[in-house]
């Protein structure tokens, strides 16, 4: 069975600090996994996804994520937090057998405080 | 470029009432469409996904069913809400690509409430 597991429910961290989204996940088929932004009462954008190319992927606004298969890991992290980056972020996980079958974090909500 | 398009952004319904939400796709053609609920405090849970006109998969059963009239119309619809109806509605698409690899580009959502 696959699942997602955002691992931290809520983060807080200070301007100009470090910021690290954990993601574990379960998929006995390789996945594409991915990372969307949400912003309060707003759709989902995508920031950057893994599909079996490079392990350490560069997304928008200065994030990245590195894929981990020994860990079943899919953190997210950006070397110094903006204001601008209070939101949702959810991690999401597509096996790759065919289909469109695809399985959200519940969601990781990140503060930042001036 | 493309654009997608949900109305409307909210919608507050009595209980037993019909629904219907819309979405739009632009600037694109045979785009694969989705449909899918945020509860509050909760990830999102795929209910509906298209791949063509008239061509509907479930993923839960439920109270909700899906249409697509259109190449790029894609419409939800309930013929009597519940109060669990109740959330954030994200209506998405991605250029088909026969894979897991598909970006899912999402919409600005509807939210109901149901009474």
């Known amino acids: 069975a696959q699942s997602v597991t955002q691992l931290d429910s809520h983060v807080s961290v200070s301007e100009g600090t470090p910021v690290l989204l954990r993601c574990n996940y379960s998929s006995s088929y390789s996945p594409s996994l991915f990372w969307y932004v949400q912003h309060p009462n707003k759709g989902l954008q995508l920031l950057l996804k893994y599909t079996s190319a490079a392990t350490l992927v560069k997304g928008i606004n200065g994030f990245e994520a590195e894929f981990k298969k020994s860990e079943t890991s899919f953190h997210l992290t950006k070397p110094s937090a903006h204001m601008s980056d209070a939101a949702e972020y959810f991690c999401v996980v597509r096996p790759n057998t065919g289909g469109f079958k695809t399985i959200f974090g519940a969601g990781t909500r990140l503060f930042v405080k001036a | 470029s493309q654009t997608i398009h949900q109305w409307p952004a909210t919608l507050v319904q009595p209980v037993g009432s019909p629904l219907s939400l819309e979405c739009t796709v632009e600037?694109?053609?045979?785009?694969?469409l989705y449909w899918y609920r945020q509860a509050a405090g909760r990830g999102l849970q795929l209910l509906f996904y298209s791949v063509g006109i008239g061509q509907i998969s479930s993923e839960v059963p439920q109270n909700l069913s899906a249409s697509r009239p259109q190449d790029r119309q894609f419409i939800l619809s309930s013929k009597k809400l519940l109060l669990s109806d109740s959330g954030f509605y994200l209506c998405?698409?991605?250029?088909?690509?026969?894979?897991?690899?598909?970006?899912?580009?999402f919409g600005p959502g509807t939210r109901l409430l149901v009474l």
């Open positions: 998405a698409w991605s250029v088909p690509s026969g894979g897991p690899a598909e970006t899912q580009y």
């Open positions: 600037g694109t053609s045979n785009p694969n």
